[in-house]
């Protein structure tokens, strides 16, 4: 049995007090095992957003050999994965006025540092996602092929 050591103030001096009595019952392995593998990788799954659980929880387990986790431990596991990552994005917005100013609180930028948001128009109700250098090349270009228009637009295509 363990000793438990509590250390309490009380008017500026430290009361120490022995204490062996444990009024809980001892915790499974099992559910400790699972407990530090998920709390392992929800961490894991935080901080490199792009791999997937699998990939993350394959990882794991050949790391730490856990012969007392079963497939019902691995399915709370990833649960728990998929919470975490869910609680570092936004929430998803309601309305169109929500919609534009999420929109514009998020500072997306491309991979080589350029602004990704061109246009957010809130009266027109207009989301742009491009780069200037991405329109400069679309200028360039002498023909464009672009699939689906004709579900969008009803009338003869724009010729320029």
Known sequence: ?????????????????KCNDHNHENV??????????????????MTDISSRPAKLICTELKKDDMETLDSNDLVLIRHNMHRARLSIHPVLPKK?????????????????GEKFLLVNDAESNIIVFST?????????????FVDGINTFFQGEPIRT
């Open 1 to 17: 049995m363990e000793t438990l050591l509590v250390f309490i103030v009380a008017d500026r001096k430290f009361i120490v007090e």
């Open 28 to 45: 499974d392995e099992k559910v400790l095992n699972r407990q530090k593998m998920s709390n392992s990788l929800k961490r894991k799954a």
């Open 96 to 112: 169109l006025k929500e919609a534009h100013e999420s929109v514009e609180k998020i500072n997306i930028q491309t991979n080589i």
């Open 132 to 144: 200037v250098s991405n329109l400069e090349v679309l200028c360039k270009c002498e023909k464009i």
